[in-house]
T-cell receptor
Framework: SQQGEEDPQALSIQEGENATMNCSYK?????LQWYRQNSGRGLVHLIL?????REKHSGRLRVTLDTSKKSSSLLITASRAADTASYFC???????????FGTGTSLTVIP | DGGITQSPKYLFRKEGQNVTLSCEQN?????MYWYRQDPGQGLRLIYY???????QKGDIAEGYSVSREKKESFPLTVTSAQKNPTAFYLC???????????FGQGTRLTVV
């Protein structure tokens, strides 16, 4: 399977702390995306990072990509209760016509 | 407002019946996708379409069928051949394949 894997599976932090989640994948990619899913809802796109980029920022989000290690990390700074959700990475392999979602990290931010 | 709409939100099906899930988008996107999500798991691709009248199987297409007669619409039929259809189904679209995807709110299908 080309599916990515997020780590940890679940994360619980206090409001105001930073949250870091990681994504590992198996094949060379064109880009990697991060999505958020609130319980029972659709996914919302957060950020896309291309294979020739190493770091990208969007508001309180910071994404890094290490293609040599086939891994990416998502950092959420100064977390809020509203950040409670599941976070998924999605990889776009160089070969094939689809992107592959990881298994997700469930983040709980305690007020 | 532009967006992607799935209906119904909840669907109950008797064993042996076919059911069709609706997905409509007004974003003028060429690519559309259907995913299945099981509890505590990631998304698995059922079918995708990059252009009208063309679609491709994903990893778990068996027991499902789709059509793409209009750019805006990509309905999914869950047939009686799908042995374990109870799941959360998500439709998505993107401008072209594998760019930022916009998701609908999902349809939760339960076999009774």
């Amino acid at each position: 399977s080309q599916q990515g894997e997020e780590d940890p599976q679940a994360l619980s932090i206090q409001e105001g702390e930073n949250a870091t989640m990681n994504c590992s994948y198996k094949t060379s990619i064109n880009n990697l995306q991060w999505y958020r899913q609130n319980s029972g809802r659709g996914l919302v796109h957060l950020i896309l990072i291309r294979s020739n980029e190493r770091e990208k920022h969007s508001g309180r989000l910071r994404v890094t990509l290490d293609t040599s290690k086939k891994s990416s990390s998502l950092l959420i700074t100064a977390s809020r209760a509203a950040d409670t959700a599941s976070y998924f990475c999605a990889t776009d392999p160089n070969t094939g016509n689809q992107f592959y979602f990881g298994t997700g990290t469930s983040l709980t931010v305690i007020p | 407002d532009g967006g992607i709409t799935q209906s119904p939100k909840y669907l109950f099906r008797k064993e042996g019946q076919n059911v069709t899930l609706s997905c409509e988008q007004n974003l003028n996107h060429d690519a559309m996708y259907w995913y299945r999500q099981d509890p505590g798991q990631g998304l698995r691709l059922i079918y995708y379409s990059q252009i009208v009248n063309d679609f491709q199987k994903g990893d778990i297409a068996e027991g499902y069928s789709v059509s793409r007669e209009k750019k805006e619409s990509f309905p999914l039929t869950v047939t009686s051949a799908q042995k374990n259809p109870t799941a959360f189904y998500l439709c998505a679209s993107s401008i072209v394949r594998n760019t930022e995807a916009f998701f609908g709110q999902g349809t939760r299908l339960t076999v009774v």
